[in-house]
């Protein structure tokens, strides 16, 4: 059985940083690339970074762009979303996922349960 466990939400102020962790278990980490996705309430699910299987090609939305850095370290199986800066347009649920190397959520097959983040401004 598939798990992602996201971690390391929670509600910080305009223009500090977070980092949020995703534990992946049951299948081969190493296998996949590793997406993030936030939602603001009443609005799509909406791409924020991805990493490739090895770590060394990354994506990102232009909104976030030279404020989060995503990264993996697949011997612990976890894949990272070090944000900084943060904007109260930051505020979402975070959500990684396991799958291809893309922007659409259809890239991807496996879903955690999400992570709160909230920034006041």
């Known amino acids: 059985q598939v798990q992602l466990v996201e971690s390391g939400g929670g509600l910080v102020q305009a223009g500090d940083s977070l980092r949020l962790s995703c534990a992946a278990s049951g299948l081969t980490f190493s296998g996949y690339a590793m997406g993030w996705f936030r939602q603001a309430p009443g609005k799509e699910r909406e791409f924020v970074a991805a990493?490739?299987?090895?770590?060394?090609?990354?994506s990102y939305t232009d909104s976030v762009k030279g404020r989060f850095t995503i990264s993996r370290d697949n011997a612990k199986r976890t894949v990272y979303l070090q944000m900084n800066t943060l904007k109260a347009e930051d505020t979402a649920v975070y959500y990684c996922?396991?799958?291809?190397?893309?922007?659409?959520?259809?890239?991807?097959?496996?879903w955690g349960q999400g992570t709160q983040v909230t920034v006041s401004s």
């Open positions: 990493v490739n299987w090895s770590g060394g090609i990354t």
């Open positions: 996922a396991a799958g291809r190397h893309g922007k659409n959520p259809s890239d991807y097959g496996h």
